[in-house]
């Protein structure tokens, strides 16, 4: 502060609070002046502390103060229109007063902040500045305001000062990386400026018994208190200082006579008369324009000489007098002025300024941006002989200010230009904080965490935050910064919750970003985080004393990771995933996106992708070629929902069900979790095409694999999965089963109202021929299902091409299926080369390899039986299926099968006698149940009676209701369980379509087989052929037979039958609408069993080669096929009109 004071002496680091005055002692300007140095570093490091520094904290009650709304720039110069108000800046409190909004001219920072300084004729589209609010104090002295400040009562004398802020507008050009958080190089760097160096001249003391100092030091007779300040360059643009052993406080107010050029001092006359100098350099001071009112600018600069008591003679005048010559202006005397360059450092004697006090200044740079107009030093000089501590004198110190307070009110991104103007947002971003009353301030947070660079919280890191937390918990709110850290929650009830991605969370080590072990009630929320390449995001698992975590939330995140999982659940329950964005590098590793082995978990609303890598060619689209991408639902899993997310990209299933135990050849675990198993030697997978076969040991001393047990009440639901390496839904992987049954096993299994499209997108290892029959691809492929309810999904386009065996929904062994609603269409396309090239393996739109019923204990007589509990073994209604190779439906069953009311089309087919097609171009249905009307399910039982099984689980040997393990599916045979065979194909529209050039060949469409009663009625079986040929649209075989009102249709000419039907006891085939002949086969049970009589029924039936003349007779003659099964004729003939009492012989 500029001021004739006596010295001043403040330091912070003293930690002084206040002054006391002593009775009878003198009152002197310092401990006036230091009474309110403390109070005001008190009050300013209380509201810093308070409100935050390097911010424009706006009050809550006047939230538009100094809010920008308009900027214009002319190419010379930027005007900002900006609102009137106050503010609080490192704790100082500005008002800028107006009715209205101000229009403020804003300046560019110069060096050392920009070297050059940009200008306003730079101004482009693209260009960035920040708005900086730049604020100081200084004194104002009394004769500046004399009206307000003088008291006339005194006479004159100018008792006190006053300390102003003072404020200007500033421009910052911005850099790319740049925003309102991180103008750190706009920071007041003192230090950074350029240092002096004061010392006297050395003493010369005559020695004897009393030493005299003859000379030297300080050689003014009156004490001082010298201030040393930078002044404005010359005018060749020289760094100059100015300087003052009043501390810059002889200062008065005058008129001015621009003829004689001189100052007529009309206030504080006497003080400049006494101050035996009559040579000043003197500064005319007057308070900034209109459009920038917030300082006193220096408007005029000269040399003076005191002409009599009350004149000033003025030469080398530069600058202007404020307002007419007549008016009064403020002015202050400074003893002179001189430049830098005169004052070196690196002299052995430094240069002199006068009076025994020499100077040395750093070199001034070449923009002089280290000597800031303003900057200043001071220290006291005490008169000659008087004792003093040159100590306190500089000594290659940095100027003691002026003190900058800088901040920015907003960021204009200018759209144009060099002429411009910017209205409002977006092109004005508003950098202003508005804050509440400490007495309107409400939080839950315990603590709150900040960056130290874009916030400021209690601590620096989320760790130091979780660690400080009580014993029960806490809330730790993470405000927008970037934490390089991983966070070990190692409490109950933690709830860590950020501002979204601007807390950004990411991993300086391989650790998980955040991990969670032991510990319950984990809330983390609304935080960005990023996983090291070979770490995870969070991890969430059960202790070493097993002890699982519980009630784990986790929403509103974005994660990214790498070869691991961003989100890895080891045991827990109470699991919940919402709303979130997981993304995964395009990166190889065993790991899905989300791992999850929990109880009552929920999976809701997120986003699950993997960020495609451009390889090659830019041009080309990118690719996932490594990351695996989708969740994984491990083995053990119990009450886990999957609803409403997007999947997208990945080598891997969409969500994978169930996992891997490693068994050692000792019989020892090796690892519970070791992700995904199939083709994990491959350094580059997917090098190797895709495969879902669990490897087989090539070595006795090699691990085994098994199941690491079953799913429990698993729900995906609205789920949209595309763009997968393989399906969209499936197992982990298929076991091969030549010698016990081993599964990837589902007890209670909804999947329900998904949408699985472009999945199966890899290349796929061609099935092995001893696989063929345990696995299968699907977009959805299933091992074992219990309580399966499939409903509502679309399946559509999954899959390469048809050279690939493809399905839509694979199920390998099931028990109560429930397949509805489903649109299953076009997986495994057509491609051009034909079916001829096509992979060996089970392809369709629905492949069900064995379906059997709901199963109970029956006990009879101590012996418990597997019994079929009411649950079908398969129920599929309503169902849109469109093949494009391979079958519509194949279901192979032991239990009652219901087909009612589909669409099912196959559009090609395998000429291969192995293949299912071949025998059954559109739909298969096998049924192993027997009738239990004489009895048959007891005596053909085949199965093991005992203790009732543990649902979802496969026990070896025979100490359960489980067949015992043989080759293939175990329970797959005639009588494994007691259960029906009943076959009920209603109401279906079957399309065989083979309308192309290759000619094909089948033996049916349609074949149904079962040991108990078969219904096939109301149907609509079409086949469209072009050089096509089929023994027979439908081809139908039941211990009971009724094949009735089905409309038959085949081009003409390219099958024999429309229909052929055998039912060992009853054949009723009637009301048929047939293009071809129907055939009805005559049972050999009577003559491999005398007492029962077969019985068919053909009534009604009509058949278009009827109807065409040149046919007529033609069915007759094929009719001679009826007897084919006959080893010896006998029996009643086809018409006879039959009961159940005169067809087994009683009632005769």
Known sequence: MKGDFSQNRFRAADNYTGTLYQQGRAFSDQDGNSADAIGRNL????????????????????????????ADSDGNQVTLQLEPGRVWLDGLHLLVPGPGPLDRMATYFGPPIDSPAPT????????????????????????QDPEALLEPALGGPDTTERVALRHRLRLLRLQDDEDCANLDRMDNDLDAQGHLTVTPAPTAVIAGDCPVQAGGGFTGFEHFFYRIEIATPDGIGNARFKYSRFNGGLVGRGTFDNVTNEIAIRANALMISLSQLSDFWVEVLAPGPAEDPGQWHSVLTADATLAGSDRLSLSNISGAWPGLPADEAFFRLWDGVRLIQDFPTGLATPNELELGIRLAFDAANVDGGNYRPGDFWTFPARAAGVDFDPATWPNDAAPEGIVYHRAPLGVLNWNAGPVVT??????????????????????????????????????????AAVDALPPDGG?????PGTYAETVVIDKDNVHIHGCGPRSRVIANSVAPVFDVTGHSGAHIERLFISADDDGMGILVQEDAQGVAPRDILLADLTIEAGRDSAVKVLGARGVKLLRSAVTMRDLHGPWHAVYLRC??????????TVAPTRRGDDVAPPIVAAGRGGMHLAGTCMHVEVIDNLVVGGIGHGITLGSIVEIGADGGGVSRDPGWIVNRDDPCDPCRPGDTNIPPRDDPDDPRFQSAGALYDIRIERNRISRMGLSGIGVIGFFDLAEEDEFISVVGLDILGNRIEHCLARELVEIAQGMRPYSGYGAVALADVEDLRFFDN???????????????????????????????????????????????????????????PGIEPLNIEGDIFPRQDGRPAARIHDNVVSQPLGQALSIQALGPVSVTGNALSTRGLLPRPLDPSFWASAVW??????????????????????????????????????????????????????????VLFNDNQVVTDLTETAASFAVSSVLIVSMDDVTVQDNQLDCDFYLDFMFTNLLAVGMTLRINNNRLKESLFVTLYSSVGLGWIFNNTSDNQATHCILSLNSPLGVWIPFISPSIVERDNRELFHNINFLDGWCERLDALDDILMPDRSGNTPGVNSTFSNTFGFGK
């Not at 950098?431 to 965490?449: D, G, K």
């Not at 109880?599 to 699950?608: A, K, M, R, W, Y």
């Not at 390998?812 to 090239?837: F, M, S, Y």
């Open 43 to 70: 009050r300013q490091t209380l509201g810093r502390d308070t409100i935050g520094p390097g911010v424009v904290a706006v009050p809550q009650e006047a939230p538009d103060s100094l809010r920008i709304l308009q």
């Open 120 to 143: 306003a004729g730079e101004i482009a589209a693209g260009v960035r500045d920040a708005v900086v609010l730049e604020c100081w104090e200084e004194a104002m002295s009394a004769f």
């Open 422 to 463: 910017l209205n409002g947002p977006p092109e004005i971003h508003d950098c202003r904080a508005v804050f509440p009353p400490l007495t309107r301030i409400q939080s839950c947070c315990t603590y709150s965490v900040g960056d130290g660079h874009s916030s400021h919280g209690d601590f620096d890191t989320i760790q």
């Open 475 to 479: 809330e730790v709110c993470v405000l």
């Open 599 to 608: 109880e009552d978990g929920l999976v809701e609303h997120n986003t699950i």
């Open 794 to 852: 679309v399946l559509e386009n999954n899959g390469p091409t048809d050279r690939f065996a493809i399905t839509g929904l694979f199920v390998l062994h099931g028990a109560a299926l429930e397949i509805h609603r489903n649109r299953i269409l076009n997986n495994g396309a057509k491609a051009p080369q034909g079916a001829e090239a096509a992979d060996e393996g089970q392809r369709g739109g629905i492949v069900i390899r064995f379906a059997v």
């Open 925 to 982: 249905i096998l049924n192993l149940g027997w009738s239990n009307e004489f009895y048959l399910q007891f005596l053909l039982f085949t199965g093991v009676t005992a203790a009732p099984i543990e649902p979802g689980s496969l026990p070896e040997g025979g100490d359960d209701l489980l067949p015992r393990p043989r080759p293939g599916l175990d329970d797959f045979g005639f009588g494994s369980y007691l259960a029906s065979g009943n």
